[in-house]
């Protein structure tokens, strides 16, 4: 099995303190075990050096996320969109990690 990239080290991280995924969720570990709609999504994906991770429920639910991190000046940040089993883009955002390991969206909120 190979080993996890960094990327694919932050998207875990994120996606754990975000507790977006139920407890019934598994992760998918097999590009090869996702419906076609996701396949494409994460073939693409893929073919571009962008991160995955999936994690589907027994009442096919499916949650799929994509990261990069875009060449920017100053803090590093880390784009990403979540998807949901039929390939409908569900959200998109931005992250940076602060000073504490913890994830903040940016831009921060104005508020």
């Not at 799929?64 to 969109?81: C, I, K, S, Y």
């Amino acid at each position: 099995m190979q080993q996890p990239s960094y990327l694919d080290t932050l998207l875990d991280a994120l996606v754990t303190q975000l507790r977006i995924i139920p407890e019934d969720a598994d992760p998918i570990r097999d590009h090869d075990n996702l419906p076609p709609a996701l396949l494409q999504i994460v073939r693409g994906a893929t073919h571009v050096g962008q991160s995955w991770a999936c994690w589907a429920n027994e009442h096919g639910r499916y949650w799929l996320f994509v990261a990069e991190m875009p060449l920017t000046r100053g803090t590093p940040l880390l784009q990403l969109d979540q998807y949901n089993g039929t390939g409908d883009l569900r959200a998109s955002s931005q992250w940076r990690c602060g000073d504490d390991d913890q994830w903040l969206r940016y831009p921060p909120d104005k508020g």
